[in-house]
């Protein structure tokens, strides 16, 4: 009986163990993939839109330097061979022009401005 329950126990505690990919546990190595691919992908991001890779290193400061090269190049090289032109950013357009400010009394004159 004692050697049944302790391979059922066993059993589950293995199962459970077995199950820490369904639960969204990553290991190091998952984290260090998932870092690299978006340094990768900021990089070529950077490079489509005409973006020199200085810039790319100052917007995005958390991504790995390296692996945002990486894909700076490939998409570099990618452009250069396929003859694809960047597609810079089109500035934000500017803010519409304020109305002139209210008057601090919502445009009321007072008795004391008119006889002024």
Same mark, same amino acid.
Do not use: Q
């Given at each position: +009986?004692?050697?049944?329950?302790?391979?059922?126990?066993?059993?589950?505690?293995?199962?459970?163990?077995?199950?820490?990919?369904?639960?969204?546990?990553? @290991?190091?190595?998952?984290?260090?993939? #998932?870092?690299?691919?978006?340094? #990768?992908?900021?990089?070529?991001?950077?490079?489509?839109?005409?973006?020199?890779?200085?810039?790319?290193?100052?917007?995005? /400061?958390?991504?790995? #330097?390296?692996?945002?090269?990486?894909?700076?190049?490939? +998409?570099?090289?990618? +452009?250069?061979?396929?003859?694809?032109?960047? +597609?810079?950013?089109? /500035?934000? /357009?500017?803010?519409?022009?304020?109305?002139? /400010?209210?008057?601090?009394?919502?445009? #009321?004159?007072?008795?004391?401005?008119?006889? @002024?």
């Amino acid at each position: +009986m004692r050697h049944t329950a302790l391979s059922v126990c066993l059993l589950g505690a293995a199962s459970l163990l077995a199950g820490c990919d369904a639960l969204g546990i990553e @290991s190091a190595v998952d984290v260090a993939a #998932k870092k690299e691919a978006e340094g #990768k992908a900021i990089g070529s991001a950077c490079r489509h839109a005409v973006r020199s890779i200085e810039d790319c290193f100052g917007g995005y /400061p958390r991504a790995g #330097k390296a692996a945002v090269f990486a894909g700076w190049k490939e +998409m570099d090289e990618y +452009m250069r061979e396929n003859a694809i032109v960047g +597609m810079p950013a089109e /500035p934000e /357009p500017a803010a519409a022009p304020a109305a002139s /400010p209210a008057a601090p009394d919502g445009g #009321k004159t007072t008795s004391a401005s008119r006889n @002024s």
